[in-house]
Protein backbone atom coordinates (compact mmCIF):
# COMPACT_ATOMS: atom_id res chain seq x y z
CA UNK A 1 0.00 0.00 0.00
CA UNK A 2 1.78 3.05 -0.87
CA UNK A 3 2.48 5.74 2.04
CA UNK A 4 0.52 9.11 1.74
CA UNK A 5 2.56 12.13 2.08
CA UNK A 6 0.94 14.01 5.07
CA UNK A 7 2.84 17.42 4.11
CA UNK A 8 6.04 18.08 2.32
CA UNK A 9 7.17 22.07 4.56
CA UNK A 10 7.81 24.92 2.25
CA UNK A 11 10.89 26.91 1.77
CA UNK A 12 12.37 24.46 5.09
CA UNK A 13 15.88 25.61 4.93
CA UNK A 14 14.68 29.55 4.64
CA UNK A 15 12.74 29.02 7.66
CA UNK A 16 15.62 27.78 9.48
CA UNK A 17 18.15 30.49 8.82
CA UNK A 18 15.10 32.85 8.91
CA UNK A 19 14.21 31.97 12.72
CA UNK A 20 17.90 32.04 13.70
CA UNK A 21 17.31 29.50 16.32
CA UNK A 22 18.90 29.79 19.81
CA UNK A 23 19.75 26.17 21.08
CA UNK A 24 18.11 27.04 24.44
CA UNK A 25 15.76 29.35 22.92
CA UNK A 26 11.66 28.40 23.11
CA UNK A 27 9.92 28.15 19.67
CA UNK A 28 6.56 27.81 18.47
CA UNK A 29 5.21 26.17 15.18
CA UNK A 30 1.33 27.55 15.00
CA UNK A 31 0.86 25.29 12.41
CA UNK A 32 2.21 21.72 12.89
CA UNK A 33 0.48 19.82 10.57
CA UNK A 34 2.59 16.80 9.42
CA UNK A 35 5.37 18.42 11.73
CA UNK A 36 8.13 18.62 9.61
CA UNK A 37 9.13 22.49 10.16
CA UNK A 38 9.12 21.65 13.65
CA UNK A 39 11.65 18.69 13.52
CA UNK A 40 13.61 20.99 11.53
CA UNK A 41 13.50 23.35 14.11
CA UNK A 42 14.01 20.68 16.98
CA UNK A 43 17.50 19.86 15.25
CA UNK A 44 18.62 22.89 16.10
CA UNK A 45 17.64 23.25 19.39
CA UNK A 46 19.84 21.82 22.72
CA UNK A 47 18.54 20.13 25.54
CA UNK A 48 17.54 23.27 27.59
CA UNK A 49 15.42 24.28 23.59
CA UNK A 50 11.35 23.92 23.79
CA UNK A 51 9.42 23.90 20.95
CA UNK A 52 5.27 23.99 21.08
CA UNK A 53 3.48 22.75 18.26
CA UNK A 54 -0.07 24.10 17.69
CA UNK A 55 -2.81 22.67 15.28
CA UNK A 56 -6.50 22.88 15.53
CA UNK A 57 -6.88 19.60 13.81
CA UNK A 58 -6.32 16.49 16.12
CA UNK A 59 -5.19 14.67 13.08
CA UNK A 60 -1.78 16.06 13.00
CA UNK A 61 -1.82 14.55 16.73
CA UNK A 62 -0.76 11.42 14.72
CA UNK A 63 2.47 13.84 13.83
CA UNK A 64 3.62 14.71 17.06
CA UNK A 65 7.23 14.80 17.85
CA UNK A 66 8.48 11.96 20.69
CA UNK A 67 10.62 14.07 22.53
CA UNK A 68 10.36 15.85 25.60
CA UNK A 69 11.32 19.12 24.62
CA UNK A 70 8.16 19.47 22.21
CA UNK A 71 4.40 20.19 23.77
CA UNK A 72 1.94 19.46 20.92
CA UNK A 73 -1.20 22.47 21.53
CA UNK A 74 -4.63 21.27 20.12
CA UNK A 75 -5.61 24.65 19.29
CA UNK A 76 -6.31 27.28 16.91
CA UNK A 77 -3.33 29.57 17.34
CA UNK A 78 -5.78 32.14 17.59
CA UNK A 79 -5.50 31.67 21.17
CA UNK A 80 -1.62 31.39 21.55
CA UNK A 81 -1.25 34.16 24.09
CA UNK A 82 -3.93 31.80 26.55
CA UNK A 83 -2.08 28.51 25.63
CA UNK A 84 0.99 29.97 26.47
CA UNK A 85 0.12 31.55 29.73
CA UNK A 86 -2.11 28.16 30.66
CA UNK A 87 2.12 25.95 29.76
CA UNK A 88 3.33 28.81 32.52
CA UNK A 89 5.51 30.13 28.67
CA UNK A 90 6.87 34.18 29.53
CA UNK A 91 7.87 34.69 25.84
CA UNK A 92 9.30 32.88 23.01
CA UNK A 93 12.33 33.52 20.52
CA UNK A 94 10.44 32.58 17.49
CA UNK A 95 6.90 31.85 15.66
CA UNK A 96 6.07 29.96 12.38
CA UNK A 97 3.05 30.05 10.59
CA UNK A 98 2.56 27.87 7.58
CA UNK A 99 -0.21 29.48 6.37
CA UNK A 100 -0.94 26.80 3.46
CA UNK A 101 -3.15 23.56 3.33
CA UNK A 102 -1.64 20.86 3.92
CA UNK A 103 -1.28 17.83 1.16
CA UNK A 104 -3.36 15.21 4.23
CA UNK A 105 -6.31 18.00 3.79
CA UNK A 106 -6.30 17.80 0.37
CA UNK A 107 -5.92 13.79 0.15
CA UNK A 108 -8.97 13.31 2.99
CA UNK A 109 -10.92 13.63 0.02
CA UNK A 110 -13.79 12.88 2.59
CA UNK A 111 -13.32 16.75 4.19
CA UNK A 112 -14.26 18.35 1.38
CA UNK A 113 -11.82 20.73 0.73
CA UNK A 114 -10.61 19.92 -2.83
CA UNK A 115 -13.21 19.59 -6.11
CA UNK A 116 -11.05 16.90 -7.50
CA UNK A 117 -13.43 14.51 -5.77
CA UNK A 118 -16.76 14.61 -4.80
CA UNK A 119 -17.46 14.47 -0.73
CA UNK A 120 -19.58 16.02 1.58
CA UNK A 121 -19.06 20.05 1.84
CA UNK A 122 -17.10 20.21 5.45
CA UNK A 123 -14.31 22.38 4.91
CA UNK A 124 -13.85 22.10 8.43
CA UNK A 125 -9.94 22.16 9.82
CA UNK A 126 -11.02 21.94 13.63
CA UNK A 127 -14.04 18.63 13.05
CA UNK A 128 -15.21 19.75 16.57
CA UNK A 129 -16.32 22.83 15.15
CA UNK A 130 -20.48 23.14 14.11
CA UNK A 131 -20.13 25.33 10.95
CA UNK A 132 -19.66 23.78 7.85
CA UNK A 133 -19.28 24.58 4.11
CA UNK A 134 -22.62 23.10 3.70
CA UNK A 135 -24.26 25.33 6.21
CA UNK A 136 -22.55 28.30 4.24
CA UNK A 137 -23.74 27.42 1.37
CA UNK A 138 -27.14 26.87 2.16
CA UNK A 139 -27.86 29.93 4.56
CA UNK A 140 -25.98 32.90 3.27
CA UNK A 141 -27.95 34.93 1.60
CA UNK A 142 -26.95 36.40 -2.13
CA UNK A 143 -25.15 39.57 -1.33
CA UNK A 144 -22.91 38.11 1.63
CA UNK A 145 -22.17 34.95 -0.42
CA UNK A 146 -20.87 37.17 -3.36
CA UNK A 147 -19.02 39.04 -1.00
CA UNK A 148 -16.88 35.78 0.46
CA UNK A 149 -16.15 34.80 -3.35
CA UNK A 150 -15.33 38.05 -4.40
CA UNK A 151 -12.80 38.93 -0.96
CA UNK A 152 -11.74 35.37 0.08
CA UNK A 153 -11.72 34.35 -3.80
CA UNK A 154 -10.64 37.18 -5.76
CA UNK A 155 -13.43 36.31 -8.19
CA UNK A 156 -14.91 39.13 -10.65
CA UNK A 157 -17.45 37.03 -11.17
CA UNK A 158 -18.90 36.75 -7.72
CA UNK A 159 -21.95 37.94 -7.95
CA UNK A 160 -23.19 35.90 -10.69
CA UNK A 161 -21.63 32.40 -9.19
CA UNK A 162 -23.38 33.24 -5.80
CA UNK A 163 -26.79 33.55 -7.84
CA UNK A 164 -25.91 30.02 -9.45
CA UNK A 165 -25.37 28.81 -5.97
CA UNK A 166 -28.44 30.21 -4.42
CA UNK A 167 -30.38 28.63 -7.26
CA UNK A 168 -28.72 25.06 -7.18
CA UNK A 169 -29.54 25.11 -3.51
CA UNK A 170 -30.20 22.45 -1.24
CA UNK A 171 -26.38 21.51 -1.68
CA UNK A 172 -25.29 18.74 -0.21
CA UNK A 173 -21.52 17.81 -2.16
CA UNK A 174 -18.96 18.82 -3.35
CA UNK A 175 -20.02 17.46 -6.84
CA UNK A 176 -23.49 19.60 -6.67
CA UNK A 177 -21.24 22.85 -6.19
CA UNK A 178 -19.32 22.36 -8.87
CA UNK A 179 -22.01 21.43 -11.52
CA UNK A 180 -23.72 24.76 -10.20
CA UNK A 181 -20.59 27.15 -11.08
CA UNK A 182 -18.86 24.87 -14.15
CA UNK A 183 -21.33 26.57 -16.66
CA UNK A 184 -20.14 30.11 -15.64
CA UNK A 185 -16.10 29.10 -15.63
CA UNK A 186 -13.84 29.38 -19.02
CA UNK A 187 -13.02 25.58 -19.56
CA UNK A 188 -9.54 27.04 -19.90
CA UNK A 189 -9.17 28.61 -16.23
CA UNK A 190 -11.89 26.01 -14.80
CA UNK A 191 -9.12 24.55 -12.59
CA UNK A 192 -8.19 28.01 -11.08
CA UNK A 193 -11.45 29.47 -10.68
CA UNK A 194 -12.57 26.29 -8.99
CA UNK A 195 -9.77 26.70 -6.67
CA UNK A 196 -10.53 30.22 -5.87
CA UNK A 197 -13.79 29.72 -5.28
CA UNK A 198 -13.33 26.34 -2.50
CA UNK A 199 -10.57 28.79 -1.20
CA UNK A 200 -12.91 31.70 -0.06
CA UNK A 201 -15.11 29.07 1.49
CA UNK A 202 -12.35 27.21 3.77
CA UNK A 203 -11.40 30.31 4.98
CA UNK A 204 -15.03 31.75 5.56
CA UNK A 205 -15.96 28.48 7.39
CA UNK A 206 -12.31 28.34 9.27
CA UNK A 207 -11.97 32.08 10.13
CA UNK A 208 -8.69 31.87 8.56
CA UNK A 209 -8.13 35.79 8.17
CA UNK A 210 -9.61 36.78 11.45
CA UNK A 211 -7.06 34.01 13.40
CA UNK A 212 -4.50 35.12 10.98
CA UNK A 213 -4.63 38.60 12.31
CA UNK A 214 -4.82 37.71 16.43
CA UNK A 215 -1.76 36.01 15.50
CA UNK A 216 -0.37 38.75 14.32
CA UNK A 217 -1.56 40.92 17.28
CA UNK A 218 -0.45 38.47 19.82
CA UNK A 219 3.17 37.85 18.35
CA UNK A 220 3.76 41.71 20.01
CA UNK A 221 3.14 40.26 23.36
CA UNK A 222 4.89 36.83 23.43
CA UNK A 223 7.97 37.58 21.63
CA UNK A 224 11.25 38.68 23.50
CA UNK A 225 12.84 40.88 22.42
CA UNK A 226 14.84 40.52 19.20
CA UNK A 227 12.50 37.08 18.95
CA UNK A 228 11.54 36.13 15.09
CA UNK A 229 8.33 35.90 13.54
CA UNK A 230 8.42 33.83 10.22
CA UNK A 231 5.37 33.85 8.13
CA UNK A 232 4.20 31.67 4.82
CA UNK A 233 1.89 32.85 3.07
CA UNK A 234 -0.04 31.88 0.04
CA UNK A 235 -2.35 34.40 -1.43
CA UNK A 236 -2.32 38.16 -1.72
CA UNK A 237 -4.52 38.51 1.52
CA UNK A 238 -3.00 37.15 3.67
CA UNK A 239 0.72 38.21 2.15
CA UNK A 240 -0.70 41.57 2.20
CA UNK A 241 -2.03 41.12 6.26
CA UNK A 242 1.98 39.80 7.19
CA UNK A 243 3.74 42.31 4.80
CA UNK A 244 1.58 46.24 6.22
CA UNK A 245 1.93 44.41 10.19
CA UNK A 246 5.86 43.91 9.59
CA UNK A 247 6.21 47.48 8.08
CA UNK A 248 4.16 49.41 10.18
CA UNK A 249 3.07 47.24 13.85
CA UNK A 250 -0.69 47.13 13.19
CA UNK A 251 -2.92 45.44 10.89
CA UNK A 252 -4.61 47.99 9.00
CA UNK A 253 -0.87 49.29 7.85
CA UNK A 254 -1.55 52.32 9.30
CA UNK A 255 1.97 54.52 9.61
CA UNK A 256 2.65 56.72 12.40
CA UNK A 257 6.03 58.57 12.03
CA UNK A 258 8.21 60.15 14.04
CA UNK A 259 9.70 63.66 14.03
CA UNK A 260 11.54 62.76 11.69
CA UNK A 261 9.18 61.43 9.32
CA UNK A 262 10.59 57.87 9.95
CA UNK A 263 7.72 54.88 10.36
CA UNK A 264 7.25 53.86 14.08
CA UNK A 265 7.55 49.98 14.51
CA UNK A 266 7.94 47.81 16.82
CA UNK A 267 10.00 45.53 13.97
CA UNK A 268 12.74 45.14 11.90
CA UNK A 269 12.05 43.47 8.34
CA UNK A 270 14.79 40.81 7.42
CA UNK A 271 12.86 40.07 4.08
CA UNK A 272 13.13 43.50 2.01
CA UNK A 273 12.25 40.97 -1.09
CA UNK A 274 9.83 38.54 -0.03
CA UNK A 275 11.24 34.80 -0.23
CA UNK A 276 9.80 32.40 -2.83
CA UNK A 277 10.84 28.81 -3.37
CA UNK A 278 13.47 27.64 -5.99
CA UNK A 279 12.52 26.44 -9.40
CA UNK A 280 13.90 23.38 -7.75
CA UNK A 281 11.82 23.64 -4.71
CA UNK A 282 9.03 23.74 -6.87
CA UNK A 283 9.66 20.66 -9.68
CA UNK A 284 10.24 18.72 -6.09
CA UNK A 285 6.91 19.95 -4.30
CA UNK A 286 4.75 21.90 -7.09
CA UNK A 287 1.80 23.01 -3.99
CA UNK A 288 4.93 25.00 -2.66
CA UNK A 289 4.94 27.58 -5.88
CA UNK A 290 2.50 29.77 -4.17
CA UNK A 291 4.61 30.27 -0.74
CA UNK A 292 6.07 33.84 0.18
CA UNK A 293 8.34 33.66 3.77
CA UNK A 294 8.26 37.30 5.36
CA UNK A 295 9.81 37.20 8.71
CA UNK A 296 10.21 40.11 10.75
CA UNK A 297 12.36 40.62 14.31
CA UNK A 298 10.95 42.24 17.45
CA UNK A 299 13.10 45.17 18.34
CA UNK A 300 14.81 45.50 21.62
CA UNK A 301 12.86 48.52 23.06
CA UNK A 302 15.45 51.49 23.77
CA UNK A 303 16.90 51.08 26.91
CA UNK A 304 16.28 47.32 27.17
CA UNK A 305 18.73 44.50 26.27
CA UNK A 306 17.82 41.09 25.57
CA UNK A 307 19.36 39.96 28.39
CA UNK A 308 16.59 41.78 30.56
CA UNK A 309 13.50 40.01 29.13
Excluded at 1 to 11: D, N
Excluded at 132 to 142: F, G, H, P, R, V
Excluded at 194 to 201: D, K
Aim: overall charge neutral; proline content about 4%.
Amino acid sequence: MEQTVYHIPALLDEVIAGLAIKHDGTYVDVTFGGGGHSRGIMQHLGPKGHLIGFDQDMDAWENRLNDERFTFAHANFAYLKNFLRYYGVAGVDGILADLGVSFHHFDAVERGFTFRADAPLDMRMNRNASFTAQELLNTYDEERLAQVLYLYGELRQSRRLAAAIIKARPLSSTGELVNAVRPLLKPSQEKKELSMVFQALRIEVNGELDALCKLLSQSLEVLNPGGRLAIITYHSLEDRLVKNFMRTGNIEGRQEKDFFGRVNTPWRVLTGKVIVPSEEEVQRNPRSRSAKLRIAELLVPQGKSESNK
